[in-house]
């Protein structure tokens, strides 16, 4: 009774066509950059090698050289950990900034990353994780997912009462600074030989994955950016905010759960490992948003993952050549990219009113 | 179209943790257009999100389509009903193709891919509110009234039987608020939509709706025809008009002139006099008019301002002439509308004259007075009067 009469001038919709064109050649070429730069994160070192070794090294991974040594040990794993952690960054960033209708936001500045490192410590400068296995990376994947959500849930249910964005933004960095306290008081308290691994961890580095750290991290990452891209359709209709959600037929209780347990999963997974890093989640949806032009998540998703992965690897570059033989905390290169990109997405809104 | 009840409520009692609202009872027809009127914080809005279950009911059931909202999947209601919120959705960097085309949502799949012919729908939700125009424009740089027409847009894209708006014309200028007007009304009657909205122009709403529902102190006050509603006592009771009275007659607001600037006594008839009526209420002047005929749109004008208007019955008799003339030994100064015509005007002008009142007259003054070409003249002779 309501179908609406269907011209057939209605169908036609040029505009997307170049929308397309656009959207895949920015594609192109990130995934190319991507290529490029893990190229060079596995080429470039303390130790330079030319393509033609380390290509022999990689298609003979048992042989008993140096190259290959160093290769399969050291930079691949680094290259590798780089683009996954990049990504899911990335990704738990553009679901936060999607949540909370708030560009401001990341697991960063939200304090889920403080979240998760108050957790870590426990396992690493107590003795609470050795009633389990010695070393193991689901312990610290799990104390930090556990640590992310309990700081993602806290600082939803305040940002349930308060509307403003810039309140919610203070929320996330005291919750940061609380936890933040509490690690400095676990270090402070700890046995000394365990600081040192705590402290290089805290810094925040790709150094020293080992494969089953990467095993891990595909795997539940793979799932989770499956997971989270099945879920494109109902976070565009959040775009329009919860009620229009609601009214467009998404469950909004559970999907709003859901969103939380997935971004926090992706950034403790990250922060498991990697240690806590700074902005890429905050900065990289953006970047990814003015790249390609849209909001569609559709597009933002799998856009946002090749950009963090893109952004990460740069930044570990630059933090292990920069001042070479001297490694330079990632954070405090991440630090560069995004901390301006807040500054001016502030400026924008309070220019806006 | 069919007439059946597409959205149904009795004895509902609507609210946050208490009442605001209660014993509401509503039965909406498709094809229907329904305004919900009141003053602000009267429980329209809340009303409206219980119906869009946005709310939980404090007490009684909501009927959908016939079925009962609260037990609805998301995605059945979603079908059936889409809302416009006062709520300024504009996310950046999406257009306004894309804006409604998030309507499509409970149409589309998994990923919500775009059919062809969810694309023409589309097109087709863009062209009824004539926004047709702006599919490529961002939706975050569209003015008001543009970005209200997306907001409609995106409701029709979801083809619902039913439409629940608040305030859909507010932050409207005239124009748009008169063009988004006369397309819900007109999609109510092409395509069967049910609209409820919740509106604050009551002259709009009586304009357009089908059936008005007045809410007030946390109840209904009154519900039904707006030409039967919308008396002048009941919407200056409903928003406690003091200084205005809203005409039903006319369909607008006037805005009495509280008399303290003296009292003038007008000449008028046949339309002549409603100009100058407004004119005279806004100095601030009392009136008092005659001898009008029954019916003459301006013996409305001047009952709707509060004038003490002389009518003269179709049906003849009376002795409005005498009364008039009374009244006339009260008044501070004369001025004939320009309506030549009639005896009784004639008889008030030469009474007016030989009482050596000031007279003002709209055209020539050959017979005594002072003649004003046009409506700015008199305003001018009127003040000059006044000191």
């Not at chain 1, 505009?15 to 190319?32: K, W």
Request: glycine share 12%.
């Amino acid at each position: 009774m309501t179908s609406l009469v269907r011209s057939p001038a209605a169908l036609a919709r040029p505009a997307l066509s170049q929308a397309a064109q656009r959207r895949f050649l920015v594609f192109c070429g990130l995934a190319a950059l991507v290529a490029a730069l893990m190229l060079a994160n596995v080429r470039i070192g303390s130790v330079a090698y030319p393509v033609a070794r380390l290509w022999e090294a990689l298609l003979h991974p048992g042989a008993a050289d140096d190259a290959g040594f160093i290769l399969w040990n050291i930079r691949l794993p680094r290259a590798i950990a780089a683009v996954l952690g990049g990504a899911f960054l990335a990704t738990s960033g553009l679901l936060l900034q999607v949540y909370f209708r708030n560009p401001i936001v990341g697991p960063f500045i939200l304090g889920i990353s403080s979240g998760a490192t108050v957790m870590v410590s426990l396992v690493m400068l107590t003795t609470l994780g050795l009633g389990f296995a010695v070393f193991s990376p689901y312990l610290n994947t799990i104390a930090a997912c556990l640590g992310a959500y309990g700081v993602t849930f806290l600082v939803a249910a305040i940002a349930g009462r308060v509307k403003n964005g810039v309140t919610l933004l203070i929320v996330g960095l005291m919750t940061g600074y609380l936890c933040g306290a509490v690690t400095a008081i676990l270090t402070a308290l700890a046995e000394k030989e365990r600081i040192k691994g705590f402290v290089l961890w805290q810094l925040g580095s790709f150094s020293g994955f080992k494969w089953v750290e990467i095993e891990v991290l595909v795997l539940l990452g793979g799932a989770l950016l499956g997971g989270i891209y099945l879920m494109s359709k109902p976070l565009n209709a959040f775009l329009l905010g919860e009620d229009y959600a609601a009214s467009m037929g998404v469950n909004i209780r559970r999907f709003r759960v859901l969103i939380l347990l997935l971004a926090s999963s992706l950034a403790g997974l990250v922060t498991a490992m990697a240690g806590p890093v700074a902005f890429v989640g905050l900065a990289v949806p953006h970047m990814a948003r003015l790249s390609f032009g849209t909001s569609d998540n559709r597009v933002l998703i799998p856009g946002a993952c090749l950009m963090g992965a893109a952004v990460t690897s740069l930044c570990d570059l630059i933090a292990r050549m920069w001042l070479s033989p001297v490694e330079l905390p990632l954070s405090s290169i991440t630090a560069f990219f995004g901390a301006p990109v807040v500054i001016a997405l502030l400026m924008k809104r309070g220019m806006k009113g | 179209m069919s007439g059946g009840i597409v959205l149904a409520c009795e004895d509902l009692c609507v609210g946050y943790r208490g009442a605001v609202l209660s014993g509401v009872g509503l039965a909406v027809e498709a094809g229907q257009f329904v305004s919900l009127l009141g003053p602000n914080g009267a429980g329209k809005t809340t009303l409206l999100r219980t119906l869009s279950r946005h709310l939980k009911p404090v007490s009684g059931r909501v009927r959908v389509c016939g079925r009962d909202l609260q037990a609805m999947r998301a995605i059945d209601l979603a079908r059936v009903m889409a809302v416009g919120l006062t709520d300024p959705a504009r996310p950046p960097l999406l257009s306004v193709f894309e804006f409604a085309a998030l309507g499509r949502y409970p149409h589309t799949g998994l990923m919500g891919r775009l059919a062809p012919a969810d694309v023409a729908v589309v097109m087709s939700a863009l062209a009824a509110v004539a926004a047709d125009h702006l599919a490529d424009r961002p939706v975050d740089q569209l003015s008001d009234g543009e970005r209200q027409k997306a907001v409609l847009a995106r409701a029709l894209a979801q083809e619902p039987k039913i439409l629940l708006l608040d305030e859909p014309t507010a932050h409207l200028d005239l124009k748009h608020r008169v063009e988004v007007m006369g397309i819900l009304r007109g999609l109510c009657r092409s395509r069967g939509l049910a609209v409820l909205a919740a509106l604050h122009d009551v002259d709009i709403a009586a304009k357009v709706s089908d059936r008005v529902m007045l809410v007030k102190d946390g109840r209904t006050v009154d519900d039904g025809l707006p030409e039967k509603v919308l008396t002048s006592a009941a919407v200056a009771a409903l928003y406690g008009f003091d200084a205005a009275d809203f005409s039903r007659d006319l369909g607008g607001i006037e805005l009495r002139g509280d008399g303290s600037a003296g009292r003038a006594f007008v000449t008028a008839g046949f339309g002549s006099g409603a100009a100058i009526f407004r004119l005279l209420a806004k100095r601030g002047l009392a009136i008092a008019t005659g001898v009008l005929s029954e019916g003459d749109l301006d013996a409305y004008v001047a009952q709707a301002l509060g004038a003490q208007a002389f009518v003269a019955p179709r049906t003849g008799g009376g002795d409005s002439l005498s009364a008039a003339l009374a009244a006339l030994e009260t008044c501070d100064f004369l001025v004939d509308a320009g309506e030549n015509g009639g005896e009784a005007n004639r008889r008030i002008l030469e009474a007016a004259l030989a009482r050596g009142l000031p007279v003002l007259r709209m055209g020539r003054a050959d017979d005594g007075g002072q003649g004003c070409a046009s409506l700015g003249d008199l305003v001018a002779a009127i003040d000059r009067l006044r000191g």
